[in-house]
């Protein structure tokens, strides 16, 4: 199943291989993994999303926690929580096909943020599964590029991650 | 007054009370030689390879309850230690490793000597650190003996680049230093506590498994006090062994995969099993399905809550130091003036009995033709009384050993269970030595094992090491020849050592006591002597059987109760 993982680490150097080191050494997946200093720039706000069966997402928790720069961990997924990822994507849009891409991408909330003569790009911030699904309305073969950050994640309410 | 870092390097060690360090000089680590040089607390014991030095302090840190301490040049300095950190970190052992690097401003330069160390040993260490101030290197120090120390133990390196030990700064130790993002735990959840003992208190058939956690924990009295008010059979891991007296008759040896018979067939067929400092490892628990057959509840106290439900499901999980969680149950069970059910227990006894009888415990066939390699461990534990600290390398050797020697007390038995690593018996045995003189030290090894670091008899040369080596010379890598012979065809492949060296000559080479034993009659003797001559280190080459293979045996992959017996029975 589908878990996506917070965590606040030391912003120090290496706190990234090590997390990333982890989940290659015991053979872990990562599907995304984002990360960047929060509003105190000594602590980092890492999402991972990953998947696994129950007892493998246990252990991915259980063994983030024990990294010794990690200093909390929370699986979003066991509650309420949002995920939104940025994406960039830049289109090949001439003729037609510009008003056409205009349309669908009204339709998915994007914002267009550089045209030239042949091509359009566009920015989309939503759920992962939207900009799939944004991906596919638009066909591989007229996408250029496609650049995505990877999920980030926050808990609903008085859901809060800090220390 | 401003000091160097290579002198704070060294006034943290005198601060943390390091004896002995044992390291390798190097360019990158020439500052801090110097510092050495120049004081008389910390005396450096010179290996002959690095990754003996690691060893030595593992063996140290084994030992006593102390943190080891080595020193390391740059690039094939730490390298070459990384089999011994890796080493250290499967069983959570205390270590400072302190290696030097290439000066900060040459780092990413391919300069000469230069690996990234904190990459290499990420995955092998529980922390590192590379500092880049000299006004870090004492609270780093204290940071890594405080991590190598608390919680799971396990080694801790600080990568100290060449320009940063002759930077100068105030020195100034802390008392003690907050790490905000680790908290390691200390009693147990009392909640847990109580279902725990509850639990054991309904069992039917109960069993204690104890790991290596106990020893570390230093909790060794409080399981033995456990476990004899219950009244419950006990097993010691290989990593454990000595935690719970092997003498005693509640004990039914070890388990796994060269397990007594009895111990195997309790843990399979147990309905509560109470795990301490374990780990349901794959040599323990070859096949955890085949093991969840039976159903049982499993309490598991670890201070590491990864090493819970990681490979089996638990029951009632309990986090935190064994010690205190053991003494809580303690208290738990003494105030709850409760006993387990007596004649359940009898009943179970009977059934452990019978196992101990069909089982027919460790034995072998005696030869007085051939010297038979349990037979040499037999004696030793007489001759010894018992009472050596014992390390050992790896192989069919080592679970003789561990078998045949029996433990009563912890920190007596000294073996690489984790990671298994041939080579380390000898330089090990150096560091217990050191920090216990005039113990009687016996490192059983075999001519495979001994050669993978055999320059450390020159190391216990210069610094006077009475080790006694006892080598189960077989001419096979013995371990790799049992398995060839029993799952691949009797194809030795590469399993026969040949051109073996001379060892009696090698021993006096090296400047120490060599003895070659070829006849059972003369293998009391031997020993006898050997261990007689306090001063001296002997080399001991015990000429066994090649053909003497493990048992009992739990084929890899396979279940608790489908162990192979001795087939000479």
């Known amino acids: 199943m589908r878990h996506i993982i917070s965590l606040l680490m030391e912003n120090e150097a290496g706190a990234l291989s090590r997390v990333a080191g982890l989940f290659s050494a015991r053979g872990y997946n990562i599907e995304s993994l984002a990360v960047a200093p929060t509003e105190d720039p000594t602590l980092s706000r890492m999402t991972i999303?990953?998947?696994?069966?129950?007892?493998?997402?246990?252990?991915?928790?259980?063994?983030?926690?024990?990294?010794?720069?990690?200093?909390?961990?929370?699986?979003?997924?066991?509650?309420?929580?949002?995920?939104?990822?940025?994406?960039?994507?830049?289109?090949?849009?001439?003729?037609?096909?510009?008003?056409?891409?205009?349309?669908?991408?009204a339709v998915f909330n994007g914002r267009l943020i550089?045209?030239?003569?042949?091509?359009?790009?566009?920015?989309?911030?939503?759920?992962c599964a939207k900009l799939d699904e944004f991906l596919q309305v638009i066909g591989r073969d007229l996408i250029l590029e496609t650049v995505r950050t990877g999920a980030s994640g926050i808990g609903r309410g008085e859901r809060i991650l800090k220390l | 007054m401003e000091l160097t870092g290579a002198e704070i390097a060294i006034r943290c060690l005198q601060e943390e009370g390091v004896e002995y360090i044992f390291g390798y000089p190097g360019g990158a680590v020439l500052h801090i030689y110097d510092a050495l040089f120049q004081q008389e607390k910390v005396k450096h014991i010179l290996v002959r390879h690095e990754q003996a030095a690691i060893h030595a302090a593992d063996g140290y840190a084994r030992s006593s309850e102390k943190v080891g301490v080595a020193l390391v040049t740059s690039g094939p300095g730490i390298t070459n230690a990384v089999t011994g950190i890796a080493t250290a970190?499967?069983?959570?052992?205390?270590?400072?490793?302190?290696?030097?690097?290439?000066?900060?401003?040459?780092?990413?330069?391919?300069?000469?000597?230069?690996?990234?160390?904190?990459?290499?040993?990420?995955?092998?260490?529980?922390?590192?650190?590379?500092?880049?101030?000299?006004?870090?290197?004492?609270t780093t120090i204290k940071k890594a003996f405080y991590l190598a120390k608390s919680g799971r133990p396990g080694p801790v390196l600080v990568d100290i680049p060449k320009d940063i030990s002759n930077q100068k700064t105030e020195f100034l130790y802390?008392?003690?230093?907050?790490?905000?993002?680790?908290?390691?735990?200390?009693?147990?959840?009392?909640a847990q506590v109580?279902?725990?003992?509850?639990?054991?208190?309904?069992?039917?058939?109960?069993?204690?498994?104890?790991?290596?956690?106990?020893?570390?924990?230093?909790?060794?009295?409080?399981?033995?006090?456990?476990?004899?008010?219950?009244?419950?059979?006990?097993?010691?891991?290989?990593?454990?062994?000595?935690a719970y007296p092997a003498g005693d008759k509640q004990f039914v040896g070890m388990p796994g995969m060269h397990g007594t018979y009895e111990a195997c067939m309790a843990m399979q067929h147990c309905d509560v099993l109470l795990a301490v400092g374990a780990r349901f490892d794959d040599r323990v628990v070859g096949n955890v399905e085949h093991f969840a057959q039976v159903?049982?509840?499993?309490?598991?106290?670890?201070?590491?809550?990864?090493?819970?439900?990681?490979?089996?499901?638990?029951?009632?999980?309990?986090?935190?130091?064994?010690?205190?969680?053991?003494?809580?149950?303690?208290?738990?069970?003494?105030?709850?003036?409760?006993?387990?059910?007596?004649?359940?227990?009898?009943?179970?006894?009977?059934?452990?009995?019978?196992?101990?009888?069909?089982?027919?415990?460790?034995?072998?066939?005696?030869?007085?033709?051939?010297?038979?390699?349990?037979?040499?461990?037999?004696?030793?534990?007489?001759?010894?009384?018992?009472?050596?600290?014992?390390?050992?390398?790896?192989?069919?050797?080592?679970?003789?050993?561990?078998?045949?020697?029996?433990?009563?007390k912890p920190r007596r038995w000294i073996n690489s269970g984790g990671l298994g690593t041939m080579g380390f018996g000898l330089p090990?045995?150096?560091?217990?030595?050191?920090?216990?003189?005039?113990?009687?030290?016996?490192?059983?090894?075999?001519?495979?094992?001994?050669?993978?670091?055999?320059?450390?008899?020159?190391?216990?040369?210069q610094f006077h090491l009475p080790i006694k080596v006892v080598s189960l010379n077989n001419r096979y890598l013995g371990m790799v020849r049992q398995w060839q012979e029993f799952f691949h065809g009797n194809r030795y492949a590469e399993s026969y050592?040949?051109?073996?060296?001379?060892?009696?000559?090698?021993?006096?080479?090296?400047?120490?006591?060599?003895?070659?034993?070829?006849?059972?009659?003369?293998?009391?003797?031997?020993?006898?002597?050997?261990?007689?001559?306090?001063?001296?280190?002997?080399?001991?080459?015990?000429?066994?059987?090649?053909?003497?293979?493990?048992?009992?045996?739990?084929?890899?992959?396979?279940?608790?109760?489908?162990?192979?017996?001795?087939?000479?029975?």
């Open chain 2, 428 to 461: 090990a045995a150096m560091g217990v030595q050191l920090i216990n003189p005039g113990a009687t030290v016996a490192c059983v090894t075999g001519e495979g094992s001994i050669q993978m670091n055999i320059q450390e008899l020159s190391t216990c040369k």
């Open chain 2, 295 to 408: 159903p049982r509840k499993i309490i598991h106290i670890d201070i590491d809550p990864s090493s819970i439900a990681k490979r089996v499901k638990v029951d009632v999980p309990v986090v935190g130091d064994l010690k205190l969680v053991l003494e809580q149950m303690l208290d738990v069970l003494r105030s709850s003036k409760q006993m387990p059910d007596a004649s359940n227990l009898a009943t179970w006894w009977k059934q452990v009995d019978e196992w101990r009888v069909k089982g027919g415990g460790l034995r072998y066939k005696n030869s007085t033709e051939i010297i038979k390699p349990q037979f040499v461990i037999e004696k030793l534990y007489e001759i010894t009384g018992g009472d050596a600290f014992v390390t050992s390398d790896v192989g069919q050797h080592q679970m003789w050993a561990a078998q045949y020697y029996k433990f009563n």
């Open chain 2, 497 to 569: 050592m040949d051109a073996l060296p001379d060892f009696v000559k090698l021993a006096e080479a090296y400047g120490h006591v060599g003895m070659r034993i070829d006849k059972p009659s003369d293998v009391e003797p031997a020993l006898k002597e050997a261990f007689a001559r306090k001063k001296d280190l002997v080399f001991m080459d015990f000429q066994t059987d090649p053909t003497e293979n493990v048992f009992p045996m739990v084929p890899g992959g396979k279940g608790l109760s489908e162990v192979i017996l001795s087939e000479d029975l």
């Open chain 2, 174 to 190: 802390p008392d003690s230093v907050n790490i905000r993002s680790y908290n390691p735990v200390g009693k147990g959840d009392i």
């Open chain 1, 114 to 127: 550089d045209e030239s003569d042949r091509t359009c790009t566009v920015e989309l911030t939503d759920t």
């Open chain 2, 194 to 242: 109580k279902q725990a003992v509850q639990l054991l208190l309904g069992a039917k058939r109960p069993m204690v498994y104890s790991g290596g956690g106990v020893v570390l924990s230093g909790a060794s009295t409080q399981l033995t006090e456990l476990v004899r008010l219950l009244g419950f059979p006990c097993t010691n891991t290989l990593m454990g062994l000595g």
């Open chain 1, 49 to 105: 999303v990953t998947s696994g069966s129950d007892a493998v997402i246990e252990q991915i928790n259980k063994q983030l926690n024990k990294l010794i720069d990690v200093a909390a961990v929370m699986d979003l997924s066991e509650g309420e929580h949002l995920e939104r990822e940025l994406m960039l994507v830049k289109v090949r849009a001439e003729g037609k096909a510009r008003e056409e891409l205009k349309r669908k991408m």
């Open chain 2, 89 to 138: 970190y499967m069983d959570s052992i205390p270590m400072v490793v302190i290696s030097g690097q290439v000066p900060s401003y040459a780092i990413g330069e391919d300069a000469f000597q230069e690996v990234d160390a904190v990459g290499i040993t990420r995955p092998c260490v529980k922390h590192n650190f590379l500092v880049k101030d000299v006004k870090d290197i004492a």
